[in-house]
């Protein structure tokens, strides 16, 4: 499983657009990368997954560049509902295993 | 929504005692996961099972801990005996492969006195 690096915590306001990069400098050919979003006293929530380029939803944006060593989870006009643990996740799309790393707080003030 | 089905949400037992935690995955998924979650070691994968079959159970402290899927529409993971420092909170995952996301539940919070 490739290992990710991503911020400890982020801060931000109401309206604003929240990026969250996660670096995987040894992503394999056939990973995938994934985020989950976790509130507080729930289980994590699939949100977003890409191979290359750019995936969007109705969550969230997911960018990836060409040499895909890093990606960029895009929140556009976070609530305060947003706030949230965000993890990052590289592997192999037929590897079932998933292993979540420490994430992203996400906080969301008024 | 379909969603996975975790009983009981809360349990406060006493050390030593058997707890056994229940999920029930999504109708049709094949993939089934346990992890614990705490605050300082986070989310810890236990086990898995494809099919009903166990894939990976090395997660788990072997000598305590038992995770079985009795039939399709059934998970359980069993701690006996408990100790306080199984205190966590103990998710249930289930999907048909990461391309589609997996779907938790809302979680079991044990608490061992």
């Known amino acids: 499983l490739a290992k990710t690096t991503q911020p400890i915590s982020m801060d931000s306001y109401e309206g604003q657009e929240v990026n969250i990069t996660c670096s995987h400098n040894n992503i394999a050919t056939n990973d995938y990368i994934t985020w989950y979003q976790q509130f507080p006293s729930q289980g994590p929530r699939f949100i977003i997954q890409?191979?290359?380029t750019k995936v969007t939803n109705e969550v969230a944006s997911l960018f990836i560049p060409a040499d895909r060593k890093s990606s960029t989870l895009s929140l556009p006009r976070v609530s305060l509902s947003d706030t949230a643990v965000y993890y990052c996740l590289v592997g192999v799309i037929n590897d079932y295993k998933l292993s979540f790393g420490a994430g992203t707080t996400v906080t969301v003030r008024a | 929504d379909a969603r996975v089905t975790q009983t009981p949400r809360h349990k406060v037992t006493e050390m030593g005692q058997e707890v056994t935690m229940r999920c029930q995955p999504i109708l049709g998924h094949n993939t089934v996961f346990w992890y614990r979650q705490t605050m300082m070691q986070g989310l810890e994968l236990l086990a898995y099972?494809?099919?009903?079959?166990?894939?990976?159970d090395s997660g788990m402290p072997k000598d305590r801990f038992s995770a079985e899927m009795p039939d399709a529409t059934l998970a359980t993971l069993k701690i006996q005996p408990s100790e306080p420092r199984d205190s966590a909170v103990y998710f249930c995952a289930s999907g048909l492969g990461q391309l589609y996301g997996y779907t938790f539940g809302s979680g079991t919070r044990l608490t061992v006195v």
């Open positions: 099972f494809r099919n009903r079959a166990p894939l990976d």
């Open positions: 890409g191979y290359k």
